[in-house]
């Protein structure tokens, strides 16, 4: 029903910045709260950053607080996540989300997001 395709990951170095975006299929994403998630080889999926369907609500993990920026352009379809202050721990997977349940502003949860991209990869050298 709706299809994400994740871009702009790639190697950065230690206090580098990244932005990735995440482009939606479709004519109804702006009835989706968006989030950003990540897994690193060996460990769970985590949380990121999430984002309300009209933008105006944001969380973020502690970890990536003050360093990442998650935003969204309903015109466009997209959702973004800026990345500055990169560290060698946010190496990962990145993957976007979308949540279709409009009772929530959003989900720090994974398994209440519905579709999911496929990934891009974030490599951060020290």
């Known amino acids: 029903q709706v299809q994400l395709v994740e871009s702009g990951g790639g190697l950065v170095q230690a206090g580098g910045s990244l932005r990735l975006s995440c482009a939606a299929s479709?004519?109804?994403?702006?009835?989706?709260?968006m989030g950003w998630f990540r897994q690193a080889p060996g460990k769970e999926r985590e949380f990121v950053a999430a984002?309300?369907?009209?933008?105006?609500?944001?969380d973020y993990a502690n970890s990536v607080k003050g360093r990442f920026t998650i935003s969204r352009d309903n015109a466009k379809n997209t959702v973004y996540l800026q990345m500055n202050s990169l560290k060698p721990e946010d190496t990962a997977v990145y993957y976007c989300?979308?949540?279709?349940?409009?009772?929530?502003?959003?989900?720090?949860?994974?398994?209440?997001?519905?579709?999911w991209g496929q990934g891009t990869q974030v490599t951060v050298s020290s």
């Open positions: 989300a979308a949540d279709s349940d409009r009772l929530r502003l959003l989900s720090i949860r994974g398994s209440q997001y519905d579709y």
């Open positions: 479709g004519r109804t994403f702006a009835t989706y709260a």
């Open positions: 984002i309300s369907r009209s933008g105006s609500t944001t």
